[in-house]
């Protein structure tokens, strides 16, 4: 019995929970013609974007405001770690950032 015990807490313990997350804007360049949009999650969280559609219009807009058409997202995110605990990262920021288009 006790070894069911402690096995129902690591599952508990290791599994991941599903988040939702919006990704905000948080800077860029009208001269560089990037918009750089982010969002943050912790250790043993798995991070669902809630709408890419709705970042796009977001990223879309902002371009629009510095006299672009469109934006698109680039392939790859830069994920860095924001803090630190004893045991090594458990809070991440990812930024995706869109190039403005003519």
């Known amino acids: 019995m006790r070894n069911l015990v402690l096995i129902f807490i690591a599952i508990i313990l290791f599994s991941s929970c ?9 800077g860029g360049s009208k001269a560089d013609a990037i918009v750089e949009m982010t969002y943050e999650y912790h250790l043993f969280q798995k991070v669902i974007i809630s709408s890419w559609e709705e970042s796009q219009e977001k990223a879309t807009n902002t ?5 672009y058409s469109s ?20 809070k991440w920021r990812v930024t995706w950032q869109y190039q403005c288009l003519e």
Do not use: S
């Open 18 to 26: 599903h988040v939702t997350k919006d990704l905000d804007i948080v």
């Open 63 to 67: 371009c629009r405001t510095w006299g």
């Open 71 to 90: 934006a698109k997202r680039f392939e790859k995110a830069n994920k860095d770690c924001i803090e630190w605990g004893k045991d090594g990262c458990y």
